[in-house]
């Protein structure tokens, strides 16, 4: 199984993806949490050089096709070897991000970047995203103290430092783009405690489970 998380900054998807392996664990199951940009050996580079206020300058199209090959790289290396094994797969931001982000936050088309992440996941899609929805000041709000309190702000701050008209389209997008693709998207409000979201995600991802038990059984 595969599942991925997405948000606007500071939504609190790291700490509620930890909660969801943790959960798996004490069922027994076998988790791989990972994590775009970064997921992979070249990943790791490509974070640096795309988190980082040096990168002011980058083009549209260069930041774009820099998270695709990080995302070539990660399901090729990763996320399928993964799959293969039989491990859930948790990915704290995937495909998504990118028609979000480039698509309707820097104004690419979304259906353009669609076919693009088809090539760069030759074709492999969640079977499960949880969208964490919060207004964009307490979001941002939160990654900003965030990044001062681990003295990130210059290696990772280039996105927090976006305008909050940005951020609001980013926002906009995610809930446009989850509405367009309902059959894999579920949409939790994170504008509360932690455990009161993660209550929300553990309900969404039970029904998520019976729905496919019972889907399997239908086939047989
Ligand atoms: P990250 O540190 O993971 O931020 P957060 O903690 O908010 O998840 O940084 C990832 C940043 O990269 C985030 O601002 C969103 C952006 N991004 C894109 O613009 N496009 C993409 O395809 C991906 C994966 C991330």
């Known amino acids: 199984m595969f599942i991925t998380f997405e948000g606007i900054e500071g939504c609190g998807k790291t700490t509620q993806v930890n909660k ?3 959960y798996f664990e004490s069922q027994g199951k076998d988790v791989l949490v990972t994590l775009e940009p970064g997921g992979s050996r070249l990943g790791k580079t490509l974070r640096k ?12 199209e260069a930041e774009l ?14 996320i399928r070897p993964a799959l293969a094994r039989g491990q859930i797969v948790i990915s704290d931001r995937y495909a998504d991000s990118t028609i979000v982000y480039q ?10 970047l669609h076919s693009f ?5 030759k074709d492999l899609w969640p ?5 964490l929805d ?3 000041e307490i979001g941002l709000k939160r990654a900003v103290t965030r990044n001062i309190q681990k003295k990130l702000t210059k290696d990772e701050g280039r996105f927090e430092a976006e305008s909050i008209k940005f951020h609001n389209r980013v926002r906009e997008g995610y809930l446009t783009w989850a509405a367009l693709n309902k059959n894999r998207f579920v949409i939790v409000d994170a504008t509360g405690e932690i455990d009161e ?13 019976e729905k496919r038990v019972e889907g399997v059984s239908n086939q047989i």
């Open 20 to 22: 969801l392996k943790e």
């Open 49 to 60: 050089i795309l988190l980082s206020m040096e990168s002011q300058d980058l083009t549209k």
């Open 65 to 78: 096709f820099l998270y695709l090959a990080d995302r070539a790289q990660h399901v090729e290396q990763v």
């Open 103 to 112: 698509g309707y936050g820097r104004g690419l088309d979304p259906q353009t």
């Open 117 to 121: 992440n088809e090539i760069a996941t």
């Open 127 to 131: 079977d499960l995203t949880i969208l």
């Open 134 to 136: 919060l207004p964009v």
């Open 197 to 209: 979201i993660f209550t929300q995600i553990l309900n969404k991802v039970t029904s998520f489970e």
